[in-house]
């Protein structure tokens, strides 16, 4: 709730409320490693709410390669939807564009490689 509250009004202090709700959600043991997953995702579209860019790169290729491992499609596309919202002001960055070419098989134009 905090994450779609901190879209929508960021400046009333919620990317950090949802930065927080996330954290206290980490810290405690997962079950397995689908919710694991489900939280780095999270954690991921918190740190791009704060402008994280470091912890936010690590989240999401973190949140990706778990996602590949474990099959599942609709992680993979959570977190494919979490990098597309990516900020233009990071997009030239070395480490987006690694996410882009070796996570997310996309080329510079943001087309699909093959």
């Given at each position: 709730?905090?994450?779609?509250?901190?879209?929508?009004?960021?400046?009333?202090?919620?990317?950090q409320?949802?930065w927080?709700a996330?954290?206290r959600?980490?810290?405690?043991?997962?079950?397995?490693?689908?919710?694991?997953?489900?939280?780095?995702?999270?954690?991921?579209?918190?740190?791009?709410?704060?402008?994280?860019?470091?912890?936010?790169?690590?989240?999401?290729?973190?949140g990706?390669?778990?996602?590949?491992?474990?099959?599942?499609?609709?992680?993979?596309?959570?977190?494919f939807?979490?990098?597309?919202?990516?900020?233009?002001?990071?997009?030239?960055?070395?480490q987006?564009?690694?996410?882009a070419?070796?996570?997310?098989?996309?080329?510079?134009?943001g087309?699909?490689?093959?």
């Amino acid at each position: 709730m905090c994450l779609e509250l901190a879209e929508h009004y960021p400046d009333r202090g919620y990317p950090q409320k949802a930065w927080d709700a996330v954290e206290r959600s980490a810290s405690t043991q997962s079950i397995s490693v689908r919710s694991t997953n489900e939280t780095l995702i999270y954690q991921a579209e918190a740190a791009r709410l704060l402008g994280d860019f470091r912890t936010y790169v690590d989240y999401v290729r973190e949140g990706a390669q778990i996602a590949l491992m474990l099959g599942s499609q609709k992680r993979y596309n959570d977190v494919f939807e979490v990098y597309q919202k990516t900020p233009e002001k990071w997009r030239g960055e070395q480490q987006i564009e690694l996410l882009a070419k070796d996570i997310f098989r996309q080329l510079p134009t943001g087309k699909v490689s093959e």
